[in-house]
């Protein structure tokens, strides 16, 4: 039987016993929907389930950001375009109130990543090497491949700036799939695009998101100290024994 529309199954599935699964919230699509009600689009929740609904905001999301860069790539023939960038893309528009999703850990991260993968090539002497999808991987490469992301895993630790999709932005360059300077800094522009995107998008649909790193909330007062405990009640005495009777006649 079908579930009426504007509801959803269960997020556990049809397998009874087992424990409802964690699942993403579409936040986004539901602040855009009340931001731009005018619009007649939240008629959609009414009329579809809310899953799908955000499923195809993503759809349609993810195919604009990735044409438009790629398009200025084919324009400028410059890598504006680049495989980290999905996952980028999917932390800032399903995921976006996580601090790596913000505009400080996506540009610090990607830096990072770009930096420690040709600091890799230059450590190894294969800055101008062909790329390993051409001629293999050997053992100076298995060095940049392994050294790039070391090197990005602990600095993204020690200046807190983590952002997972910038460990496949340091192997595209330690491989070799890009190498040359001005085009490592043309990734770096094309992160702050997205970044862009990402701050506007989110922003419309009434998300907290940050314009550049989320804070944490102040710590409040501490409490108040608690008294000392009373000391226990002291035994009362015991009652006095009564007096003797009188003597008989």
């Known amino acids: 039987m079908e579930a009426p529309a504007g509801t959803e199954p269960p997020p556990g599935g049809d397998r009874p016993g087992k424990p409802p699964l964690e699942l993403l919230e579409p936040a986004v699509v539901r602040g855009l929907l009340r931001r731009?009600?005018?619009?007649?689009?939240?008629?959609?929740?009414?009329?579809?389930?809310e899953r799908p609904v955000w499923a195809a905001f993503m759809f349609v999301n993810g195919f604009a950001t990735i044409a438009i860069l790629a398009g200025v790539a084919a324009v400028a023939r410059t890598p504006f375009v680049?495989?980290?960038?999905?996952?980028?893309?999917?932390?800032?528009?399903?995921?976006?109130?996580?601090?790596?999703?913000?505009?400080?850990?996506?540009?610090?991260?990607?830096?990072?990543?770009?930096?420690?993968?040709?600091?890799?090539?230059?450590?190894?002497?294969?800055?101008?090497?062909?790329?390993?999808?051409?001629?293999g991987v050997d053992g100076r490469r298995v060095l940049a491949a392994a050294l790039s992301l070391a090197l990005t895993g602990a600095l993204m630790i020690l200046l807190r700036a983590a952002h997972p999709p910038a460990g496949a932005t340091t192997l595209i360059v330690s491989l070799g799939i890009i190498t040359r300077p001005a085009h490592l800094v043309v990734i770096e522009v094309a992160v702050a695009l997205l970044t862009l995107q990402a701050i506007a998008i989110n922003?419309?649909?009434?998300?907290?998101?940050?314009?550049?790193?989320?804070?944490?909330?102040?710590?409040?007062p501490p409490p108040p100290p608690s008294p000392p405990p009373s000391p226990p009640p002291s035994p009362s005495p015991p009652p006095p024994p009564p007096p003797p009777a009188p003597p008989p006649g």
């Open 36 to 49: 731009l009600a005018g619009l007649r689009l939240a008629s959609l929740l009414r009329r579809f389930p």
């Open 203 to 220: 922003r419309l649909a009434g998300i907290d998101y940050p314009l550049w790193a989320r804070r944490a909330a102040p710590p409040g």
């Open 82 to 135: 680049f495989p980290s960038l999905g996952p980028t893309a999917f932390l800032f528009f399903t995921t976006p109130t996580l601090p790596t999703a913000s505009p400080r850990h996506a540009i610090y991260g990607h830096a990072i990543g770009i930096a420690c993968g040709y600091g890799a090539l230059l450590a190894t002497g294969l800055e101008n090497a062909p790329p390993a999808v051409v001629v």
